[in-house]
């Protein structure tokens, strides 16, 4: 069993920037792909970034390219998704997802591809 908690979110002004940080015990999370998610009021969860257990295999959903950036440090056992230009759009609950497989795939765009989840970081960009 992994469980993952998320920290770091908050309020912040349009323009702004946050790090996330999502951080896992129970097994260590070097063999895990790791995704980021988001959840806006009345709207689907939807993918915003995934990463594989050596970081050098990332995506980035289109809505969040050249802002966001994700990260991981599997010495602390932790990752982090560094958002940067947030704008009232990307008001939402954030969490951290993982999956017991060193790379992505096609499907690491999806919930469902993924085992573990945290329980979200409530994100707020004020205009």
């Known amino acids: 069993q992994v469980q993952l908690v998320e920290s770091g979110g908050g309020l912040v002004q349009d323009g702004g920037s946050l790090r996330l940080s999502c951080a896992a015990s129970?097994?260590?999370?070097?063999?895990?792909?790791m995704g980021w998610f988001r959840q806006a009021p009345g709207k689907e969860r939807e993918f915003v970034s995934a990463?594989?257990?050596?970081?050098?295999?990332?995506d980035n959903a289109d809505s969040v390219k050249g802002r966001f950036t994700i990260a991981r440090d599997n010495a602390k056992n932790t990752v982090y998704l560094q958002m940067n230009s947030l704008n009232p759009e990307d008001t939402a609950v954030y969490y951290c997802?993982?999956?017991?497989?060193?790379?992505?795939?096609?499907?690491?765009?999806?919930?469902?591809?993924?085992?573990?989840w945290g329980q979200g970081t409530q994100v707020t960009v004020s205009s």
């Open positions: 129970g097994r260590t999370l070097k063999s895990y792909a």
């Open positions: 997802a993982a999956r017991f497989q060193i790379g992505l795939s096609n499907n690491s765009y999806s919930e469902s591809w993924y085992t573990y």
């Open positions: 990463i594989k257990w050596s970081g050098g295999s990332i």
